[in-house]
């Protein structure tokens, strides 16, 4: 995969993000669902998909929480404060919201497994003008099986949780494995990676009525 990219703006202006130099965008070849951008690889399968998701409310958190541990990282150290205490129980339900969200993915049968836990950093610049959001990235891998064969594909993600707005918005960046091996493999899904991580410093909210 290239790791040129070019600016790209979504939903009428609202966003502006990236897109891999000379990537399709989906729209012009079939309908596209109003909360979702879709942009397809025109050498590979790989896929980069923006969405604009409803904000999965503390109670489904919870609920993956105890359904999920397997998933999430291992709890911090104990912390030294009421305050980090707090945003310690935040963020865990944070990483709840975000397996919730990757299972919504999955068809019936699929398994799902991480790479990289979901995993906060700090809140790009987009953000940082009304001080909103709150940042997670990481990559998993999604394991499908049929009669024929086994099939996984590789799943870097950025999620932006937008309490305020109700919202989660979130980027899916998509390496199926069946396709490409070796070198080509790993330059694909490194790629994706380094995309992803991009986005993380250059998406941007110019329209926040966009939410609502």
């Known amino acids: 995969?290239?790791?040129?990219?070019?600016?790209?703006?979504?939903?009428?202006?609202?966003?502006?993000?990236?897109?891999?130099?000379?990537?399709?965008?989906?729209?012009?070849?079939?309908?596209?669902?109003?909360?979702?951008?879709?942009?397809?690889?025109?050498?590979?399968?790989?896929?980069?998909?923006?969405?604009?998701?409803?904000?999965?409310?503390?109670?489904?958190?919870?609920?993956?929480?105890?359904?999920?541990?397997?998933?999430?990282?291992?709890?911090?150290?104990?912390?030294?404060s009421h305050n980090q205490e707090k945003q310690r129980g935040q963020e865990s339900l944070d990483r709840a919201a975000v397996i919730y969200h990757l299972h919504d993915l999955l068809d019936e049968g699929d398994e799902l497994d991480m790479i990289i836990p979901p995993?906060?950093?700090?809140?790009?610049?987009?953000?940082?003008?009304?001080?909103?959001?709150r940042r997670y990235?990481?990559?998993?891998?999604?394991?499908?099986?049929?009669?024929?064969?086994?099939?996984?594909?590789?799943?870097?993600?950025?999620?932006?949780?937008?309490?305020e707005q109700e919202t989660d918005l979130v980027v899916w960046g998509n390496v199926p494995g069946g396709e490409l091996s070796g070198e080509e493999l790993r330059m694909e899904e490194e790629g994706m990676g380094a995309l992803v991580g991009a986005l993380g410093r250059e998406l941007k909210v110019v329209e926040w009525d966009l939410f609502g």
Request: glycine share 6%; proline share 7%; with cysteine.
């Open 1 to 80: 995969m290239t790791t040129t990219y070019t600016p790209q703006p979504l939903y009428g202006g609202a966003i502006k993000a990236l897109i891999p130099n000379n990537w399709i965008d989906a729209s012009t070849l079939r309908q596209i669902p109003d909360h979702q951008e879709l942009y397809l690889s025109p050498t590979t399968l790989s896929t980069l998909i923006y969405e604009i998701n409803e904000y999965v409310p503390t109670s489904t958190s919870l609920t993956t929480l105890t359904n999920y541990t397997h998933l999430l990282p291992p709890s911090q150290a104990q912390s030294q």
């Open 119 to 133: 995993t906060r950093v700090t809140v790009g610049k987009g953000f940082e003008e009304k001080g909103k959001g």
């Open 137 to 163: 990235t990481g990559c998993a891998v999604f394991k499908s099986t049929s009669k024929w064969k086994e099939t996984t594909t590789k799943c870097w993600f950025l999620v932006v949780r937008l309490e």
